[in-house]
C-alpha cells in the first residue's frame, strides 16, 4: 500500500543494513571504552536507533529528546523546540546523537551546544542520511550513513506528515502525493 506514493528508492533495506553494519563498527572502534549516552531524537531515530545500537559491541545507556522543527510539512520552519527533554544527566559523559537526517543542521546544531552547554565531555552526532546541500548552517555530522542530494525523502523514520515512518526502505515520494493535499 505504501509503496504506490514512492517515486524511488533511494536506500534500499539491504543498503540501509550494510550501512547500518559499518556505522556500528566504526563506533564500536571509537566508543568501546567509554560507556556513551546514545540519544535518540525522535520520531525519527527509532528504526535507525534501534537497529544501530544492535551493531554497537559494547556498553551504552539510551536517552531520548523530541525536538520539534518541521510541524508536519516539506519546508523547515526554522523553528527548534524541545518537546520532550532527556531523563538523565550528560555531565562528564560522551554522548552520541543518533539522527534521521541532517537538512539545515539547524536541530542538530542546537542539540549539540545544549549538551556541551551542561557539561557532557563529548558530543557527537550519526546520522542514517545527510543533505548537506540544504544546510543554512555551518555543521558536519561525525559519522553519514549516506549522503544524498537535495530532495525530500520518506521511510526508515523519516515522515511526511507523520506518515510512511514505517516504510522499511528510504524514498522519495511522488509529488502528486503532497501536491494534491494543497
Ligand atoms: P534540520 O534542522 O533542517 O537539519 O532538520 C532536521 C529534521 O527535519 C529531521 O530530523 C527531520 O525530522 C526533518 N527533515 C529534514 N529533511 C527531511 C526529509 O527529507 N524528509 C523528512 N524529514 C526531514
Redesign the pocket.
Known sequence: MLDKDIEKVLLSQDTIRDIVKRLGQELTRDYHDKFPIVIG?LK?CIPFMSDLIREMDMHIELSFMNIS??FGGIE?TGD?KIEMDLGMPVKNRHVLIA??????????KAVVELLKYRGALSVKVVTLVD?PA?RVTEYQPDYVGQTIPK????GYG???EEKYRNLPYVGTLKPSVYMNEE
Do not use: P
Open positions: 531524537l525519527g522543527s518541521y523547515s527548534v539522527e534521521d537526517i541532517v537538512d539545515t543542521g539547524r536541530t542538530i543533505k540544504g530532495a525530500f525523502v520518506v523519516l515522515d511526511y
